[in-house]
């Protein structure tokens, strides 16, 4: 479905997730019919998860760990994890940090 986005310019209907609702049907499936994996372009993953790259989300263990269940985790390369040797002393001085 096309939205039209100004003079002579169209683009596709997008939805988040205020706009979707899972509800569960009569009819049950069993788990081994049940296929959640997903493609992107030559890159198959076996876990429907997209890790956010915010270095609040994402470290490198956790990429690692998302990476090794299936799922997708994106690395903030220009976040502290790559700018610091000792990050972990850089987000505790960040979280003991007055909140104004």
Do not use: H, Q
């Amino acid at each position: 479905m096309e939205v039209e986005i100004g003079i002579g310019k169209s683009g596709r209907r997008a939805y988040g997730f205020d706009d979707l609702a899972i509800v569960p049907s009569r009819r049950t499936r069993d788990p081994e019919d049940v296929d959640i994996s997903w493609e992107l372009d030559a890159f198959r993953f076996e876990l429907p998860l997209v890790a956010s790259a915010m270095d609040g989300v994402v470290s490198p263990r956790t990429a690692i760990e998302v990476g090794r269940l299936g799922g997708l985790a994106c690395l903030n390369l220009e976040g502290l994890w790559t700018r610091y040797d000792d990050t972990e002393a850089i987000f505790e001085e960040i979280a003991a940090l007055p909140a104004d």
